[in-house]
C-alpha cells in the first residue's frame, strides 16, 4: 500500500481487539458454580452459553453485510482530539462517524472502475499481497517497488486507458466528494481530494514487503497525515470473488466489519475514532479504491486527466 511520502508506511497502531486470542477476549465468563442454589446453577449455565455465544461471534459484529442493500447505513461515533488544534472551521469534523451508501455510485460505474484497475494493474502488480496503481501520481505496485504506469505507456503502442476512464473516476470522484460535504455540513469547495488515492488489488500471496501488510489496524490520519475524510469504493464482491478481506473498525466494545461488495461506498473521518484493518484474504482477489479528502488546500491535489502522448 502507499505512503504519503515515498518513504516505506509505517507499521499502523494496532488497538484494542486485533489479534485477541479467545481466551483474552470480553470478560462475560466469571461464573460461579455454588451447588447449594439451583439459581446460580442457572445463571452458570446461561453464563456458559451466552460465552460460547460470544466466543462464535469473535466479538465482531457486522455493521453492513453483503446481501444487504442500503441507501445509507451510519454508525456515529465520538470524535478524537486530535482535530481540535487544526485550523479548518468549516472542514474538520464536528461529528465523527461511518457510513455506507450502496446506491450512490452505479454499478456500472464501479464495474467501469474494476475494469481500469484490471488493465491497469495487469502492467505491475507487487509480488507480496497487495498492488497498487494510483492514476494521480502514476505509481504502479511492481515486484518489491513502484513504477510510474504513465512513462511505461509512453513506450507501449496500445492505449491501456481512455478518456472515457477517467471521465467516469472523476464523476465518481465528485459523487463521493458531495455526499461526504453533505453528511459532515461541509461546504464541498472547503473539501479537498488529496493524496494518495488508489486502485487496490489484495490477493492470499503473502507479503514481500512491509507496504504489502494491509491487515494492521492503523488510523488513516496517521499514517497518511493530510487525510481528514476517507471513503472506500469496493470492485468487487465478498463471498462471491473473495474470502477474508472484511472491512473491520476496531471499537472498545466489539469490531464492527463492512462486507465489501462491487458498488458500495463506506467513507468515515479519519481520526483515531476510525481505527481499521482489512482482514487477511483467504481467497480470490479483492479490488477498491481508496479516495481521500482534507480540509487543508495546501494538500489538495488535481482531478487525474489521460496524459497526451
Ligand atoms: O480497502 C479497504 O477496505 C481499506 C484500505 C485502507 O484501510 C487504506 O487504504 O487505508
Ligand atoms: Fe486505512
Redesign the pocket.
Known sequence: ?PEKSSSPRKVPLTKGNVGRKPSEKKDVAEVSFTPLYVSSAAVAVFSVLYYLLTYQEGGTETFVPVGLTTEKKVHEVACSTEYAKEPFHDCKPKRCARVVMDELVAKSEASHLRGVAERGLALGGGDGGASILDLHSGALSKGKSFINVYRLLETISENIFTEEDFRVYRNVKSKIHVAIAKEFGVKPSALFLTKPTFF?RMNTKPATTVHDE?WHAHV?KV?YGSFHY?S?LYLSTYGEEFSGGR?IFVDKDVNRTVE?RLGRVSFFTSGSENV?F?EKLVEGERF?I?ISFTCDPAQAISDPVLPTK
Open positions: 500500500m487496490s494491509y488513516d499514517t476517507t472506500l472491512f465489501p481499521h482489512v477498491a481508496t
